[in-house]
């Protein structure tokens, strides 16, 4: 295990990756050139036909834009209700909303592209149905659509415009497996990100994964439904834990390296490689909601919402509470470093507890803690360096952060509204 201090938090490269395949605007900008507002940042089109994406990582106020519009040479984006407009490689808030030009023609969600009330000649493709804006500068005509991108038409045919990019914006969790790094999203399935290049995972049980651990040379995805798929040898084995566990619905899942866990309600289940063994009678845990597990040296750690923190050896289980200092009944995350074990909480901020006494983590006050990797806390305001006894601030300031993986000097944070890729230098 290794750990990031303080010292060494300069960040001196961002890459932010991010799903335009809501389109939320369109406009063109002159001959040839356009812009496109989406959930994922802005797209440009020069003349030349190349599309680039601009997002905050390039100065953008948002990657959640609500339209675009273009006065006066000047081009506007829409976060919130608040009009920015673009002047050089800044944004600066308009204090005027643009004039937005009427459209030559209109889009009817589910039905397609028309002028007047005649359907466009040639008709938009049936993955494109979802049109929810278009433009034209006189010759070319490009489409949004809610769900599956930007579309141009060449010639008398439509087409998608290919971007290499993930294929949801709200990250769930970050895992390296293989040579390559797998992104789970909140309802857009599983993409992989290897050698530059993004795909998605077909196949799956759900397109709703949650977590993800490796384990025996496996990578296991638990999923929203509670179903679990494996990945090995390069084949995916979908709901590979239907039959075996009692409660049916895995949890949250955690490995030591030699087991497999899997939290269920009110136990879990543990897989040495070759056999399953089922923690579901204990008194001590009927009726509580298990929320994560941390393995430590044949002993494990249970984090429950409503009961704190449990720590179990063997028949004996201790809890460690608020009579102990943890103050928050909801624990959301685990992980271990060089000086005990850090308990995350849903409201309560970052704890640390060593041997039976909880101490509270300076500078975690009142955060709902959602993520931990080494020397790192992710929470749904913030991002920082854990150092000993405290935490402390870097650039840049991400928020709503819902994943942390560490590969290297690169660390990868999953937000709510993007994936970036912070290089540590």
Known sequence: ?????????????????????????????????????????????????????????????????????????????EVGDQWWSQAGAKWTKASDAPTVPVARAHTVWGAGLFVGDKPFSPQLPDAAKTATCCATDGTHWVVGTS??????????????????????????????????????????????????????????????????????????????????????DGKWSADCLKGILPRKEARYLATDGERLYVAEWAGWSVFDGKTWTHDLQRPEFAGVATTCLLPDGGTLWVGTQGKSLAHVQGGKVTWVDERAGLNDDWVTCLAKDGEGVLVGTFVGGLYRVTGDKAVFVEGSDAQDVTCLAPGLVGTRQWVKVLDGPGLHSFDPQLSEVQALARDGNDVWVGTRTGLFRLTIS
């Open 1 to 77: 295990m290794f750990f990031l201090a303080a010292s060494l938090a300069v960040v001196a490269h961002v890459q932010c990756f991010t799903s335009s395949r809501s389109v939320t605007g369109l406009v063109s900008t002159g001959p040839g050139t356009f812009a496109a507002a989406t959930s994922g940042g802005l797209l440009l089109r020069a003349a030349d036909g190349k599309w680039t994406k601009e997002t905050v990582a390039d100065g953008l106020p948002s990657n959640e834009l609500e339209s675009a519009a273009s006065s006066g040479g000047a081009l506007a984006v």
């Open 147 to 232: 769900d599956n991108g930007l579309w141009e038409l060449h010639g008398d045919a439509w087409a998608p415009v290919d971007l290499n990019e993930p294929s949801g914006n709200s990250i769930q969790a970050v895992t390296l497996f293989g040579g390559a790094v797998y992104v789970s999203t909140l309802q857009s399935g599983l993409d992989v990100y290897r050698s530059g290049r993004w795909s998605r995972v077909q196949g799956l049980s759900s397109g709703s994964p949650r977590e993800m651990v490796v384990f025996q040379g496996a990578l296991w995805v638990r999923n929203a439904e509670g179903t679990v798929d494996r990945l090995q």
